[in-house]
Antibody, heavy 127, light 106 residues
Framework: EVQLVESGGGLVKPGGSLRLSCVVS????????MGWVRQAPGKGLEWVGR??????????DYGAPVNGRFTISRDDSKNTLYLQMDSLKTEDTAVYYC??????????????????WGQGTLVTVSS | DIQMTQSPSSLSASVGERVTITCRAS??????LNWYQQKPGKVPKFLVY???TLQGGVPSRFSGSGSGTDFTLTISSLQPEDFATYYC?????????FGQGTRVEI
C-alpha cells in the first residue's frame, strides 16, 4: 500500500518561509515522479509542481503562481520529498497534498495521472 | 497555461438520476484528460484517465468521453456515495491544470 505522509505545515507570516516534507513508503521512491497539489479553504485543486525521477533527469515543473518562489526537491536515500516555500503570500494559505504521478496506458495511449495523495498538511500565511 | 472550465459549478440531483458534467480546455489536449472525485473532508481519488478509461475499481455507472477540447463525465444512475465534487485535469502540457470543480449534491 502506498503511503504519503506530509509534515511541516503551520502558521507563517507573509514574506516568510516554510519547508514541507513528505515521507513515502510502499513504492520504489527513486523511480517515482512526485508532486504537490494544494487546496485553499473551500476552494478547488491547484497543481503546485512536480519533480521527475533522477533517471528522468530530475526535471522540475511548477505552476505559474509559485514559480520562482517554491522549490521542489527529493532525497532518494530518505524516501522523502520536500517543498521549500519562500516569499509566502496570504494566497498561499492552503492544504498541501503530496502526490505521485503515474504513467497509465489506455490501449497504447500513455498519459500521466495524479494517482496517490497524502492526507495533506495545512499552511496558513497570516500576520 | 491551458485553462480548464467545468460546467455546471454545482448541480442538484436525486438518487437514480443521470448526471453529466462538462469540461472544456482552452486548446486541444487530445485525450489527456483525467477526472477526480473528492468527498467532503477526504483526499481526491482519480476515476478516469485518458478521457474515457475507468481506473480499476471504479463503478461502471461512471463513464468519460471526449477529445480535443470538449469532455464529459457521466454518472448513469446516481448513487448516495456519488455525492461529491468532481474535477477535470489536463495532462497534455505542464503545468497541469484543474477545472474549478463541479459539486454534485442532493
Amino acid at each position: 500500500e502506498v503511503q504519503l505522509v506530509e509534515s511541516g505545515g503551520g502558521l507563517v507570516k507573509p514574506g516568510g518561509s516554510l519547508r514541507l516534507s513528505c515521507v513515502v513508503s510502499g513504492i520504489t521512491f527513486r523511480n517515482a515522479w512526485m508532486g504537490w497539489v494544494r487546496q485553499a479553504p473551500g476552494k478547488g485543486l491547484e497543481w503546485v509542481g512536480r519533480i521527475k525521477s533522477k533517471t528522468d533527469a530530475g526535471t522540475r515543473d511548477y505552476g505559474a503562481p509559485v514559480n520562482g518562489r517554491f522549490t521542489i526537491s527529493r532525497d532518494d536515500s530518505k524516501n522523502t520529498l520536500y517543498l521549500q516555500m519562500d516569499s509566502l503570500k496570504t494566497e498561499d494559505t492552503a492544504v498541501y497534498y503530496c502526490t505521485t504521478e503515474g504513467n497509465y496506458d489506455s490501449s497504447g495511449f500513455y498519459s500521466f495521472v495524479i494517482d496517490n495523495w497524502g492526507q495533506g498538511t495545512l499552511v496558513t500565511v497570516s500576520s | 497555461d491551458i485553462q480548464m472550465t467545468q460546467s455546471p459549478s454545482s448541480l442538484s440531483a436525486s438518487v437514480g438520476e443521470r448526471v453529466t458534467i462538462t469540461c472544456r480546455a482552452s486548446q486541444s489536449i487530445s485525450r489527456y484528460l483525467n477526472w477526480y472525485q473528492q468527498k467532503p473532508g477526504k483526499v481526491p481519488k482519480f476515476l478516469v484517465y485518458a478521457a474515457s478509461t475507468l481506473q480499476g475499481g471504479v463503478p461502471s455507472r461512471f463513464s468519460g468521453s471526449g477529445s480535443g477540447t470538449d469532455f464529459t463525465l457521466t454518472i448513469s444512475s446516481l448513487q448516495p456515495e456519488d455525492f461529491a465534487t468532481y474535477y477535470c485535469q489536463q495532462s497534455y502540457s505542464p503545468p497541469w491544470t484543474f477545472g474549478q470543480g463541479t459539486r454534485v449534491e442532493i
